[in-house]
C-alpha cells in the first residue's frame, strides 16, 4: 500500500501545526474508519471519540517526529509516539498535509 502524504520536507513545521489548529474540531478518521475530534492546546493535542476526552496528550514535539516519518504507510511507524492511531488520522490527512 502506498501512501499519498507529501513529505516532511514539501510541509514546513509550523506551517502543518497552523493546519492542524485551523481544523481543530473537525471529524477525522483513523484507519479502522473510528471518527475522532482533537483539540489543540497549547503545545500539546487533546484527542476525542464519542465526545470524550482521551486522556493522553500528544506533544508538539510528538507531533514533529511523526511529521518527519513522513510519507507514512502503517499506523505501526508511530508505535513509539503517543496515539498513534489518532497521530496517523492526522499525518494522512490532506486538511492538515496539503
Same mark, same amino acid.
Given at each position: 500500500?502506498?501512501?499519498?502524504t507529501?513529505?516532511?520536507t514539501?510541509?514546513?513545521?509550523?506551517?502543518?501545526?497552523?493546519? %492542524?489548529?485551523n481544523? =481543530?474540531? /473537525?471529524?477525522?478518521?483513523?484507519?479502522?474508519?473510528l471518527?475522532?475530534?482533537? !483539540?489543540?492546546?497549547?503545545?500539546?493535542?487533546?484527542?476525542?471519540r464519542?465526545?470524550?476526552?482521551?486522556?493522553?496528550l %500528544?506533544?508538539?514535539? =510528538?507531533? /514533529?517526529?511523526?511529521?518527519?516519518r513522513c510519507?507514512?504507510?502503517?499506523?505501526? !511507524?508511530?508505535?513509539?509516539?503517543?496515539?498513534?492511531?489518532?497521530?496517523?488520522?492526522?499525518l494522512?490527512?490532506?486538511?492538515?498535509?496539503?
Amino acid at each position: 500500500m502506498t501512501s499519498t502524504t507529501p513529505s516532511v520536507t514539501s510541509v514546513a513545521k509550523s506551517h502543518a501545526w497552523d493546519r %492542524l489548529r485551523n481544523h =481543530e474540531g /473537525e471529524i477525522f478518521q483513523t484507519t479502522t474508519n473510528l471518527t475522532f475530534t482533537y !483539540e489543540v492546546k497549547g503545545n500539546g493535542i487533546w484527542f476525542y471519540r464519542d465526545g470524550n476526552r482521551i486522556n493522553q496528550l %500528544l506533544t508538539r514535539s =510528538e507531533f /514533529e517526529k511523526g511529521l518527519d516519518r513522513c510519507p507514512l504507510h502503517t499506523v505501526a !511507524e508511530l508505535s513509539d509516539l503517543r496515539d498513534p492511531s489518532y497521530l496517523f488520522g492526522l499525518l494522512t490527512d490532506r486538511r492538515i498535509l496539503a
